[in-house]
């Protein structure tokens, strides 16, 4: 019981504070604090990766953190497990009783961390349910928001293709999967097969072979307003009424 372990009796209505991705040159942890950072988190994840996609963000960025914690660490640490016992009951539930209908939400936030790279969320949903998440630094350093929302839509095809092919295995699923993503200078680079303008030519062509799969009808790209790109909630921390409204679209209560 990770709660029980850390002694956490406190609450708190979000899983981290907007300086979730600040680094400073806090006290580093003794070696034994440094175990149980590296553990808790390694459980944290564990279960963000099936069941609570609302603490992802933050626990992933703290796994990159578990060879050199500090003091600042441990604090954002405690936090998440703060809100874990604040909300006990989320659960990720499939439906039988809902058309299957597989959908893809990806989305990026640009210049986010310390080194000026970006970040993406991506969340696959189907049946009512959370069939895939991640949300992750990505590795190189994007020059326009439509670049970096690029480089979370190639990840997000791929997990659509996957996503489709495994389908058609299991019960001959043949149709198109959506792509929602909320920038539209990225999806008529897209539709267009290459950059929009001098501002966006540097972009590697390695990106563009998203349309090949739009012209075999295997995916659909579709623009979707930023209230309701559910994969934002996996690109930065968020608070307040919007981190809620994402999470209790996604996420259900346990009765």
Request: with cysteine; charged share 20%; hydrophobic share 40%.
């Amino acid at each position: 019981d990770i709660l029980k372990d850390m002694n956490i009796t406190d609450t708190v209505v979000t899983p981290a504070t907007n300086a979730l991705f600040e680094e400073n040159n806090d006290i580093l942890l003794d070696n034994t604090a440094k175990d149980i950072f590296h553990s808790t988190i390694a459980k944290i994840m564990y279960i963000a990766r099936i069941i609570r996609v609302d603490v992802l963000t933050a626990a992933n960025y703290l796994s990159s953190r578990v060879d050199c914690p500090n003091i600042q660490d441990w604090k954002k640490l405690i936090r998440i497990c703060k809100y874990l016992n604040n909300n006990k009951d989320k659960c990720n539930i499939f439906k039988n009783n809902v058309q299957l209908l597989p959908v893809v939400y990806s989305d990026a936030s640009f210049i986010i961390h310390a080194d000026a790279t970006s970040r993406t969320g991506i969340i696959a949903c189907a049946a009512g349910g959370i069939l895939y998440a991640t949300s992750k630094k990505q590795h190189e350093i994007s020059k326009s928001s439509a670049e970096a929302e690029l480089i979370a839509a190639n990840q997000a095809v791929e997990i659509a293709i996957y996503i489709r092919n495994l389908l058609n295995e299991l019960i001959n699923y043949n149709d198109k999967i959506t792509i929602n993503i909320d920038n539209k200078s990225t999806i008529q680079m897209i539709n267009n097969n290459k950059p929009n303008h001098m501002r966006t030519k540097h972009i590697k062509m390695k990106y563009f072979w998203i349309k090949q799969y739009i012209d075999s009808q295997e995916i659909t790209i579709n623009h979707v307003p930023t209230n309701f790109n559910y994969a934002d909630v996996l690109t930065k921390p968020l608070y307040g009424t919007r981190f809620k409204s994402l999470i209790n679209s996604i996420l259900y209560q346990r009765k």
